[in-house]
């Protein structure tokens, strides 16, 4: 028998706000509801920080109550995470670390501190218990399948094990764990990330084979073997090119493991998310430049590397933007004059009025930006 419809609450408030969004006009019901509760408004996706976790000394597990319109991730998923600083509103991009299958309909973040990372900082030091953030819904294809893998090999180094942990908790939470071969990467024994969890996780279910590689950690074998390479990955997986792989971490990482798999011809079988965009090495000579950011009448002095998101925003400026790496265009900024330089592939660009994303470009001499 087919289950009679109800209006659950939510149906009720939608048809509700519905009715006085007439008399909230020029704003909505939803503007007014953030003033009581930020987690009803459904113009702007919010959360509340509902508790912080210490995972290392620099990385932080922040645990999320979503508001309306949210919808649950795929295990492996990100989101976008904004926090005000200083007067300044910031945006980036988080994995989600927890498994979908939470109960208590909240999910989890954890972010690490990284060098000259405004954000990041701010994320892992100051924000506590019953803080609001706004944030984005889950997005991304770096996710499970629907039918788990039979065998999966997962490579991660630092924070790059925050989405492979959401895949493993499903997993498990699932009890659906198949043979799992897990190569994390940490430069010591203290900074693993959720290293507990996995040393238990690893005892407790003989299929999970964890292998931990420090990279600065004092001993026999040099420094530069513990990194990834060809000889530590066939003696650790023997049969690598045959699982479906994912991979996640830092830039000198993926770019050996992606260079790899071609390699071998199974580079279909190898699925990478990064946290940032991958950009190409610098041209011998960059040129630096005055950037003049013609909309808000702001000048600024350029490296020639330094990406315009960022020198805007160290002059104070708040340009739009999102992902911060090239994917998402909400940093698109018109050029008026001079010449930028895709810091992705150093392409030039210099036709006046083209469209450039100022978060992976960078000035190469002069230029003018309507930001
Ligand atoms: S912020 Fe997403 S492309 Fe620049």
């Given at each position: 028998m087919q289950p009679q419809s109800q209006a659950g609450p939510r149906t009720l408030l939608s048809r509700f706000t519905a009715l006085t969004d007439a008399f909230a006009?020029?704003?909505?019901t939803s503007h007014y509801l953030e003033l009581v509760n930020?987690?009803?408004?459904?113009h702007a996706l919010q959360a509340k920080v509902v508790s912080v976790w210490d995972e290392t000394a620099d990385a932080r597990t922040i645990t999320l109550k979503p508001g309306r319109n949210w919808r649950s991730h795929r295990p492996g998923q990100h989101l976008r995470v904004g926090v005000p600083i200083g007067g300044m509103h910031y945006t980036r991009t988080y994995s989600i670390s927890s498994a979908p299958e939470s109960e208590d309909e909240t999910f989890t973040i954890t972010v690490k501190a990284i060098g000259g990372g405004r954000m990041s900082h701010h994320l892992v030091r100051n924000i506590k218990p019953g803080d609001y953030l706004p944030i984005g819904v889950p997005q991304g294809d770096f996710y499970l399948p629907d039918?788990?893998?039979v065998e999966p090999l997962f490579i991660s180094a630092g924070s790059g094990i925050t989405p492979i942990m959401s895949m493993l908790r499903s997993m498990v939470a699932q009890e659906r764990l198949p043979h799992v071969t897990h190569i994390h990467y940490a430069?010591?024994?203290?900074?693993?990330?959720?290293g507990q969890e996995l040393q238990a996780l690893a005892a407790k279910h003989p299929r999970y084979q964890l292998h931990l590689i420090y990279t600065r950690e004092p001993g026999e074998t040099a420094s530069q073997k513990r990194h990834f390479n060809p000889e530590i990955l066939n003696s650790l997986c023997p049969d690598w090119g045959t699982r479906d792989t994912w991979a996640c971490g830092p830039q000198g990482l993926l770019d050996t493991v992606e260079a790899h798999w071609h390699q071998a011809g199974v580079a279909r079988q190898l699925r990478t998310e990064r946290f940032r965009a991958q950009v190409a090495a610098a041209p011998k000579e960059v040129t630096a430049g005055t950037v003049r950011f013609t909309a808000s009448g702001v000048t600024a002095a350029s490296d020639g590397v330094i990406n315009l998101l960022r020198l805007a925003e160290d002059q104070g400026l708040n340009p739009p933007h999102g992902?911060?790496?090239?994917?998402?265009?909400?940093c698109d900024a018109k050029l008026t004059a001079g010449c930028v330089r895709d810091l992705r592939t150093n392409a030039l660009l210099n036709e006046p009025g083209a469209i450039v994303q100022i978060c992976v470009c960078a000035a190469a001499g002069d230029a003018e930006l309507e930001v």
């Open positions: 006009y020029p704003l909505r930020p987690l009803w408004t459904t039918a788990n893998p430069p010591h024994t203290y900074d693993v990330i959720f992902c911060r790496m090239g994917i998402c265009h909400g």
